[in-house]
């Protein structure tokens, strides 16, 4: 869709592939070469789907390509071809109804949409031409125009940064509107260019520039910019995305700037970006479609089994033809199949009802208004960063009640993510002051500015390229910050090369201490070693830092090296690592850094509260295994208790053997878990008793020796293994992960034995992949950025709100959509089986038992209202109950009120009330003359009777089921009553000009005048509802019997020691020691319940 | 797919029993304490209605004369059945028959028909209910629904248009009763047979022309089936010719079932304004109505009313089952209800 529109817009243009060439201000480079003017798309965004001309077609195209409004688009036009008991209004009006509030909604959109592209696009911007400024229509601005964007303004494209205001050629930005993130960054100017501060100079410049076709990918960029000076050598560049200002970002803090326009319109990064994601079904929704299948089963043999007995029925000439009711011509003429053909249609039209247009209006209405509840909780409100939770799609309401086998977190998303003060000014003036802060994306640095501090080196900035430290003397050294290579994943370190004051050249890296210890000298290694493994021991992060000097024709060297990697316009960052790889090598080890993550307030508590909601929980992140496990042990995944099964690459040991000692560990691992849990223990699988939990760890090496191993003779073999012990034991943790190694293994339980439903949470750019990839995503709302948030379903201020998200909204909203499908399906099952049955005793004729009113309004008014009450308030178990007993979760987990076992109960229950409803009437009927004066009712009171009678027994029954009588309920349900009398009453009161035929005159009103049948209707109704009556009061029997035991759920601890700020050691081990306390304490309160 | 709930509100969400599903509610659970005294309530106004209904049902009396004159039968009537066969109409028959005991009045006179399917759709919807309600449109051009009994051959519409129309019932009844060596006429009444407001609104004439009902017709021609047109339905009486003849409005209101009655007359004047006394009577019968082709059968009954309306044994019976029913529930749950009692106080002790 989204593609077909870029290439609408940008006609003509060559593919993705490639690069570009920008010729800034469209000035030829030389005067021998000609200007070709390029096509590309111009500056007009277009977010909006329709026009005024093609909204109809287009609109109803899309809305009937749902199969859905499909069907009952077909069954609509069968109603005006074939001649059909009941009327096209029957089922147009629903239809037509659906369709019209669905195309108001996306009409409404749309306009909104366009109403944002137009300001968008009108808005004015300046454009430099010949040195003077022009005022310009955003949309009029082309690939090569010099813009000047003013402070707080909005880049109105994708420009490369020429110039700003200050000197040092450094602007600031927000992203808030694209990303989410609201913290400035810093841009840099093209080197050469940063001088050019006003629009005669920048009108002297000539350069072009090259540039990869646009991509989405916000964070990339590679690019090349050739500035030509007369008589000189033209000057290359290399451009990155710290050159880039996107649209959508605003500029803070900076006067102005001059861009050149690189991507335009919809070929900026921002539209690039904006495209739905991918549609993720709910287990309900698979479970809907299943019900569907078979409810249409049900029809179509009901309309068969019609049509063949209507065709044995007429065999006999006098039930075909009486003579009191001859056939028209038209019958008369018609070809024996045809007819069939037709009455079998007929049939299906008069039965269509028991798969209601409606349910899918109410289904999305229920999620739609539901989704409300999870904004609304104040409880899930954060007062820091003032922010409740978030509800990016509200399909998946439901599935949060159905989260069973795996929940994934990362390791880090439990921790406090490090305060990060954000200054007002953050221009970089700030030096002088007595407080400054320093701002990063990274914890480890602050960590490492702070702990510098402390000793007497005090970071003071940097001023264009150079960096200013003050030392313990109160001298300040200066260094020239000469080349970067950003962290990165896989090489889990960092470099930087600087020139000092005193002209030398320094390498310093920084990284984990798996990457810097083969690269330093080993004998310096020895003592670090030590205190890195007990830091990571005692929770925290660990990095290790090392430097090296360079001599000048080592960095003589490297600097070329790197000046012509950056150059490139592909693979930059692979050959810049390359470089980097050769000379971080020999280095001097300075020492380690260690880092505290705390843990989030709660955490512990509610990865408790998920295990034994049920829930299996593997962890995934990138530290260090022993970082890892010791945030495992503190947010009590592993128990003191825990037997831990490790997978690690110490386990392996380096030799060449380490597949075969990979296999025999996992051998080993399995039948262990085998003889501790028998083959009968299917019973007792949830049961409460566990008698040994096991953990595994594993890392990302040993895992991808899984996952991909070198010989594939016997690796399905190991790999099915592997998940059979994954899924044994209680936790599960994998560290070292990459990102993608993180959606391998989310995909990897996603499809494993059972489809478990699987959770993904996380707070950086790094999950983003496993949350995409999970049936459900959390985003949580950390200070580190908002990718995880953006690409989420529902996105949450802090992790101790996964337990409320989960525990009592995910499972009062299966609950009650579950109940909302569960109901539909019995109240239209016992709607229409009358109807059915009727066609025994009317010749199978279709003749319908109720009037088209009562069909038409059947689902849309009089039995709507309540169950949609019921779906969005109904609370059967209140919330804090819910919160508090993570069992709960458990009693509906595997989609228990989907299965077939209550599906087959409600069609069961459907039916009985079905056949009470018409043989009660049909025996009452045996004499008809039911009025004490010995008139005789005809067919429509017949049907009217056991209409009556099915509207009073679903409402009521929906009233039994309800165990929260709001206000809301009272009055939908005994107003939707009332309502249904007050329209018969009206519908058969008035002789309406527009029908034909005046069926229901006063049908109602002489029902109601007779005595018989007020007995006859009470009583029908009492001996539907009978078997449910004594169902809830035996169930709630056993249930108060059960109650009786009072149960005490352990008593969970706080981390308030761990929460008081930055703690010592002793104060950990406290912590741990209570924790094992508790641990004992705690189970034999378990094994009590 | 909507986007970003809550994205938009940045601020505090509203701290209202309703956002935060905090409502006050009723929260009921039937437990068995509630449910015991319920059941047993229910059980005895079942009963108490139950029993109501079935003495009600057993004191009305009712008699059934089947008619139909299947040939072979040996029934009086197989003569004019068989001459219905052949198509010949006004045949007249006589049934003899007695009344074990006095019919309490007013005593109601049904005929019933079987195997009969006015609830047939191609039949329930061939009739104009516009034209009937005296619309002139109606009368010139009737609904296509009433074809094939639109037009006749010639294309004069006819008027009442439609099968139901059509096969309006004809068979005519004169009952006597046997004084004194004599049969005495019993006077029958067909006025208030069918629901006031069919008679009134729904079913109407249309405007007499010129005081003449028959020039109101002109245009249009009888039913095919019928011997004469719809105004010479009762000569005479105004009141009750044409569309608002009430023999032609009971017809017109479809049974719901193959095997039906239709009130046909009531008797409540003179000498049996207290009802039918026992012993012997009489019914003439003019038979007219072919049942036999659809293998149908015809009956007449006589039959007393109560409340409840005519006989009806089965609303009484199954109140008096279900009654029943939930007090022995209702004893069973108490049963179990002391069972569990004991057994929580043996635990606690």
């Known amino acids: ?173 927000t992203t808030a509107s694209l990303d989410g993130e609201s913290n400035f960054k810093t841009h840099y100017a093209v080197r050469d260019t940063t001088g050019l501060r006003t629009d005669d100079d920048i009108d002297s410049l000539t350069a072009t520039i090259e540039c990869e076709q646009p991509q989405p990918d916000l964070y990339k960029f590679v690019g090349r910019i050739n500035i030509y000076r007369s008589n000189q050598e033209p000057v290359a560049r290399s451009l990155g995305p710290e050159n880039l200002l996107l649209k959508g970002s605003t500029l803070k803090n900076t006067k102005k700037i001059y861009g050149v326009a690189v991507y335009t319109g919809m070929e900026t990064k921002m539209a690039l970006n904006y495209q739905g994601k991918s549609q993720k079904r709910s287990a309900v929704e698979k479970s809907i479609n299943a019900f569907l299948i078979v409810y249409l089963c049900i029809l179509v043999s009901k309309a068969t089994v019609c049509t063949t007995l209507k065709y044995i029925w007429q065999s006999n000439p006098f039930n075909d033809e009486p003579w009191y009711n001859q056939k028209t011509i038209k019958e008369r003429d018609t070809f024996q199949i045809l007819r069939m053909f037709t009455d079998f249609l007929s049939f299906m039209v008069l039965f269509n009802f028991i798969i209601p247009v409606s349910m899918y209006v109410t289904v999305e209405m229920q999620k739609f208004l539901g989704s409300f509840f999870i ?82 080196f005090t970071f003071l900035g940097h001023e264009a390229d150079y960096m200013k430290v003050q030392n313990q003397k109160n001298e300040i050294e200066k260094y020239q910050l000469l080349h970067v290579l950003n962290f990165d994943p896989v090489r889990r370190r960092m470099s930087v090369v600087v020139k000092t004051s005193t002209g030398k050249f320094l390498l310093f890296c920084k990284g984990a201490d798996s990457s810097i210890f083969p690269r330093v000298q080993r004998d310096e290694i020895q003592q670090t070693k030590v205190h890195v493994e007990r830091n990571a021991m005692d929770g925290y992060r660990t990095l290790c830092v090392a430097f090296k000097e360079l001599t000048q024709e080592d960095y003589k060297k490297i600097n070329d090296q790197l000046s012509e990697a950056k150059m490139a316009l592909q693979d930059r960052e692979e050959k810049m690592a390359r470089i980097f790889d050769d000379i971080e090598a020999d280095m001097h080890l300075i020492g380690a850094t260690a880092v505290e993550d705390r843990l989030q307030e709660h955490a512990a508590e509610t990865i408790e509260a998920l295990q034994t909601a049920g829930m299996k929980v593997w962890v995934l992140t990138g530290d260090k295994m022993e970082t890892a496990k010791s945030t495992c042990y503190a947010s009590r995944l592993f128990q003191t208790n825990t037997e831990l099964l490790e997978l690690t690459t110490k386990m392996m040991g380096d030799s060449d053997r380490k597949e075969e000692r990979l296999h025999e560990l996992l051998l080993e691992y399995h039948k262990k878990l085998l003889q501790d849990f028998p083959q009968n223990s299917g019973k007792l699988k949830r049961s409460w008793t566990v008698s040994q939990e096991y953990g595994l760890i594993i890392d990302g090496s040993t895992l991808s020796l899984i996952l991909n191993p070198s010989q594939d003779s016997s690796s399905s073999n190991y790999k099915s293994i592997f998940l059979q012990i994954c899924l044994k034991c209680t936790s599960v943790l994998c560290c070292r992960m990459a990102p993608l190694q993180k959606a391998q293994i989310v995909r990897m339980v996603k499809n494993s034995k059972g489809n478990p439903i699987t959770l993904s949470i996380g707070d950086g750019a790094n999950d983003v992949s496993m949350i995409l990839e999970a049936h459900v995503g959390i985003g949580i709302k950390g200070k580190e950025g908002r990718q995880a948030a953006r690409n989420s379903d529902y996105a949450v201020p802090k992790f101790k709100h996964l337990r409320k998200l989960l525990l009592a909204h995910g499972h009062l909203y299966y609950v009650r959509i579950a109940h909302l499908v569960q109901y539909f399906f019995y109240k239209n099952l016992c709607f229409i089986l009358p109807q059915f049955l009727y066609q025994f005793f009317c010749g199978f004729s279709q003749q319908p038992l109720y009037d088209a009113a009562y069909l038409t309004m059947y689902n849309i008014c009089f039995t709507s209202l309540p169950i949609l009450a019921y ?208 641990c004992h304490l705690r189970i034999p309160q378990m094994q009590q319940l | 797919a909507m986007a970003g709930i809550g994205a938009l509100s940045g601020n505090k969400p509203d701290n209202t ?178 629901w006031w407001t069919d008679s009134n609104i729904k079913f109407s004439n249309p405007e007499l022309i010129n005081g003449s009902l028959e020039t109101a017709f002109k245009g249009t021609t009888k039913p095919p089936n019928w011997p004469h047109a719809a105004y010479m339905l009762d000569m005479g009486n105004l009141n009750n010719t044409g569309f608002i003849n009430e023999d032609f409005i009971v017809w017109m209101r479809t049974a719901a079932l193959p095997t039906f009655r239709k009130l046909y007359r009531r008797v409540h004047e003179g000498n049996f304004s207290s009802g039918l006394p026992q012993g012997t009577y009489r019914l003439d019968i003019t038979y007219n109505y072919p049942v036999l082709s659809f293998q149908g059968t015809k009956k007449v009954i006589f039959s007393t009313v109560s409340w409840m309306g005519g006989k009806n044994p089965f609303l009484g019976i199954v109140y008096l089952i279900f009654g029943s029913a939930c007090i022995l529930t209702g004893f069973v749950m108490l049963a179990v209800h002391i069972k569990f009692q004991k057994q929580n106080q043996m635990d606690v002790e």
């Open chain 1, 1 to 173: 869709m989204f593609r077909w529109s870029i290439n609408r817009f940008c006609a003509g243009e060559e593919k993705r592939v490639g690069t570009r060439t920008v010729f800034v201000g469209h000035r030829p480079v030389s005067e021998t070469d000609a200007y070709v003017e390029q096509k590309f798309c111009d500056n007009r965004i277009v977010s909006s789907k329709y026009t005024v001309w093609n909204f109809l077609p287009k609109n109803l195209f899309e809305q009937f390509r749902r199969i859905a409004n499909f069907y009952f688009l077909i069954i609509f036009l069968v109603q005006v071809i074939v001649d059909t008991p009941t009327s096209p209004v029957t089922s147009g009006l629903p239809l037509f109804f659906v369709i019209i509030v669905t195309a108001i909604k996306q009409g409404y959109e749309d306009w909104l949409r366009h109403r944002a592209d137009k300001e968008v696009n009108k808005s004015s911007v300046f454009i430099v031409e010949n040195a003077k400024q022009v005022k310009k229509h955003s949309e009029k601005i082309k690939v090569g125009d010099i813009v000047e964007v003013k402070a707080d303004e909005t880049f109105p494209c994708d420009l490369i940064f020429l110039a700003s205001s200050n000197d040092d050629g450094i602007c600031y930005v």
């Open chain 1, 375 to 456: 904004a609304w909780d104040k409880e899930m409100y954060d007062e820091e960063i003032k922010e409740g939770a978030l509800v990016n799609t509200s399909d998946l309401n439901e599935e949060l009640g159905q989260c069973r086998e795996e929940l994934f977190l990362r390791a880090l998303c439990l921790c406090h993510t490090v305060q990060i003060k954000e200054g007002d000014n953050v221009d970089g003036l700030r030096v002088n002051q007595e407080r400054w802060t320093y701002i990063s994306s990274s914890p480890d640095e602050i960590a490492l500015v702070k702990g510098a501090k402390k000793y007497g």
């Open chain 2, 17 to 194: 029993a309703f956002t935060q599903q905090r409502l006050p509610a009723w929260q009921p659970l039937l437990s068995a304490g509630t449910a015991l005294p319920l059941f047993f309530c229910a059980g005895l106004a079942c009963l108490a209605v139950g029993l109501g209904l079935h003495f009600s049902s057993d004191t009305i009396r009712e008699l059934e004369l089947d008619y139909t004159g299947a040939p072979g039968s040996g029934h009086n009537c197989s003569r004019c059945a068989n001459a219905s066969l052949a198509g010949a109409g006004g045949c007249t028959c006589s049934l003899r028959f007695e009344l074990p005991e006095r019919f309490p009045g007013p005593v109601c006179l049904y005929y019933q028909l079987s195997n009969y399917y006015q609830n047939h759709r191609r039949y329930s919807v061939s009739r104009d209910d516009r034209q009937l309600s005296g619309d002139a449109s109606g009368l010139s051009n009737p609904a296509t629904e009433c074809s094939p009994f639109r037009t006749d051959p010639r294309g004069i519409p006819i008027a009442p248009c439609g099968a139901i129309a059509n096969s309006l019932f004809n068979d005519t009844f004169a009952l006597y009763h046997l004084a004194n060596g004599t049969f005495y006429p019993v006077p029958l009444d067909n006025r208030g047979i069918s």
């Open chain 1, 871 to 1078: 779906s969005l308030l109904e609370q059967h178990i209140n919330i804090e109950t819910l919160t508090s007993d993570p069992r709960l979760y458990m009693k509906i987990s595997d989609n228990a009120m989907l299965q077939w076992k209550p599906f087959l109960y409600w069609t069961c229950l459907g039916a009985f009330e079905g056949l009470v409803f018409f043989f009660g009437v049909y025996f009452l009927f045996q004499n008809s003359s039911l009025e004490d004066n010995g008139k005789v009712f005809g067919n429509w009171t017949f049907g009217t009777i056991v209409f009556t009678v099915l509207v009073f027994t679903v409402t009521l029954k929906l009233a039994l089921d309800t165990r929260f009588w709001t206000w809301m309920n009272h009055f939908v349900i005994w107003g939707s009553l009332a309502f249904y009398v007050f329209f018969s009453f009206f519908w058969g009161g008035i002789i309406w000009p527009f029908l034909k035929q005046q069926r229901m005159y006063f049908v109602f009103a002489h029902m109601v005048t007779s005595v018989s049948t007020w007995l006859a209707i009470v009583l029908l109704i009492f001996i539907s509802l009978f078997p449910e009556i004594l169902l809830v009061v035996f169930k709630n029997a056993k249930r108060k019997n059960y109650q009786t035991v009072p149960f005490n759920l352990p008593m969970l601890l706080s981390y308030k020691s761990m929460e008081n700020g930055y703690t010592s050691e002793m104060k950990l081990e406290d912590a741990v020691t209570n924790l094992t306390q508790r």
